[in-house]
């Protein structure tokens, strides 16, 4: 795992012990990952945790040393976890790794406020990362062959998380998770104010898309109209925002245009992108790292791997964080769903 030590905390035996304890027993006190009584517990609940977690956390959230950090060293029972699944699709809720999702929660809840998408994996609150076989080539969490190419977590939408937390079940091929953040006086003032301008376009990624939710097969499309809006409107956003002197990222070049009457944008982009590239470092989550990645600072990807669909692969979960649940009020169907949508 290449990380600066200040990047990481490893829980000693004892916090392993501790973390993995509270996450069984609420697992058999809850019903699941969107059990109300449980979002709402989530701080109360988050006591409960090593006081060094708490503390690595919540700095992490509030003083942005880092653009991402890792807690290491969790006790994730292959035993009780079983295979890593074939698809997420009608897989049962909660499952047999539900400790382990309400781990992320507990995290997410030092953070933030845990929230998810109608329109990934089905509108479930944590998400399940590992190959599937009829995604191997696609651009999403779910492939595999192909370079899956750094961005901002849902870039193209004004209320895209402020933070992720992926606690890797398993990483027996150490497949790593590529990161990347902007270097201060890298640019010239000039491109800088280019890039703090409403001058670039970004499309949803593919997770969001209808044919990758198993709803949309069953003809329950309503939730995707606000994303066919987003894909219509084309609206112009700026790519750094922030101060100027450590700006923020709003990036996703896979899916990002730029009009052609306009090359000093795309120069810019062009500039910006080559910096990060520069800078792209690997980190190999082992089995029980967490990694929290500040969504505004790093952008995040991973690397191409073959993967063996024989119940062995990498499997993550994941959720996404926000400082502030009401911004989305406008697009989550009643006050207390955390669902955008």
Request: proline share 7%; glycine share 6%; net charge negative.
């Amino acid at each position: 795992m290449a990380t600066d030590h200040n990047q990481v905390l490893t829980l000693t035996p004892d916090e392993a012990r501790q973390t993995a304890d509270l996450t069984i027993r609420l697992a058999e006190r809850y019903a699941g990952d969107d059990d109300p009584e449980l979002l709402l517990d989530l701080p109360r609940l988050a006591v409960g945790l090593p006081v060094r977690t708490q503390r690595f956390l919540r700095t992490f959230a509030t003083a942005e040393p880092t653009g991402f950090g890792v807690v290491s060293g969790h006790l994730f029972d292959q035993d009780r976890i079983g295979p890593t699944p074939e698809d997420w699709h009608e897989r049962p809720r909660p499952n047999k790794e539900f400790p382990e999702e309400i781990l992320v929660l507990l995290y997410a809840g030092l953070l933030g406020e845990p929230f998810g998408w109608t329109t990934q994996q089905d509108g479930r609150l944590v998400h399940d990362v590992f190959p599937v076989r009829k995604h191997e080539h696609d651009q999403l969490g779910l492939g595999s062959k192909e370079l899956l190419t750094w961005h901002t977590e849902d870039a193209f939408h004004p209320y895209r998380g402020d933070y992720l937390v992926l606690a890797s079940l398993r990483n027996p091929d150490r497949v790593a998770t590529t990161v990347g953040e902007y270097v201060p006086d890298a640019l010239s003032p000039a491109d800088l104010e280019v890039l703090f301008e409403e001058r670039f376009h970004i499309a949803p990624d593919e997770s969001h898309l209808p044919k990758n939710n198993s709803h949309a097969s069953d003809g329950d499309t309503g939730q995707f109209a606000a994303l066919e809006e987003f894909i219509h409107e084309r609206r112009p956003v700026a790519v750094l925002f922030g101060l100027r002197q450590e700006p923020y990222l709003r990036l996703d070049p896979y899916f990002m245009e730029v009009s052609e009457d306009d090359p000093e944008a795309r120069q810019a982009l062009d500039k910006l992108i080559a910096v990060i590239d520069a800078g792209l470092r690997e980190v190999a989550l082992e089995q029980g790292d967490c990694l929290v990645i500040n969504n505004h600072r790093v952008v995040h990807g991973r690397v191409p791997f073959t993967a063996r669909f024989d119940g062995t692969d990498r499997w993550l979960k994941r959720i996404n964080v926000t400082h502030d649940l009401r911004k989305s009020r406008t697009m989550r169907a009643t006050s207390s769903t955390r669902l955008i949508g």
